[in-house]
């Protein structure tokens, strides 16, 4: 099992839709980042979380420190939205990233 | 300006060449890594320097060699390629892990 999980694997949805994203870890961690990878191949840094919730645009996420759990919403789903999205997670101690799977996300129009 | 570019975007080699991936970024940060991406798109983390000198270095093959010259710059460079190290190879930096992280646009290495 990995460190960290993430759910679903792949998700289809329409456009106008809200998508929820899962992540779930399995050790402590200080911070959690959420990232985007575009079919192109480049990734880009949507948030870094330690506790409560962030928001920029129509993407909103949550941590759970406790729970060990983060997710990541996108409201008003859009085509351009379709991506791969991947947590990353910082343990307590240290600066190394552990990544999750990602989630592959198609918003169709 | 591109904050982290690296070069070259592909890179085409023989099994047994040595090879090298280039990475700079232009936002003054401290920390820069080296992370693999393989065919089932799963990222891992190779190596992290801080102002050049080097900070994490997860299990990969010793010739796999990072080098650092200044903190602008982290270069990789790889010896005897094996058909396994097929894969993309991303540089990013930060300020700190805890810190956003800025990506390059990634390396496709093709061994043959």
């Known amino acids: 099992k990995n460190e960290v999980e993430q759910s679903p694997q792949n998700l289809t949805a329409q456009e106008g839709e809200f998508i929820t994203i899962n992540c779930s870890y399995s050790?402590?961690?200080?911070?959690l980042h959420w990232l985007q990878q575009h079919p192109g191949g480049g990734i880009v840094s949507l948030f870094m979380l330690s506790s409560g919730k962030k928001k920029h645009g129509r993407l909103i996420a949550t941590i759970n420190i406790q729970e060990k759990h983060s997710s990541l919403h996108i409201t008003a789903s859009h085509p351009r939205d379709s991506a791969v999205y991947i947590c990353a997670t910082i343990k307590a101690a240290g600066n190394k990233l552990t990544f999750g799977g990602g989630t592959r996300v198609l918003v169709k129009p | 300006d591109t904050a982290v570019s690296q070069t070259p975007k592909y890179l085409v080699t023989q099994m047994g060449n040595d090879k090298s991936i280039k990475c700079e970024q232009n936002l003054g940060h401290d920390t820069m890594y080296w992370y693999k991406q393989d065919s089932k798109k799963f990222l891992k983390i190779m190596f992290s320097y801080n102002n050049k000198e080097l900070i994490i270095n997860e299990t990969v093959p010793n010739r796999f060699s990072p080098k650092s010259p200044d903190k602008a710059h982290l270069n990789l460079h790889i010896n005897s390629l094996e058909l396994g190290d097929s894969a993309v190879y991303f540089c990013?930096?930060?300020?700190?892990?805890?810190?956003?992280?800025?990506f390059g646009s990634g390396t496709q290495l093709s061994v043959l």
């Open positions: 050790v402590g961690i200080s911070a």
């Open positions: 990013a930096s930060s300020n700190d892990a805890r810190w956003k992280l800025f």
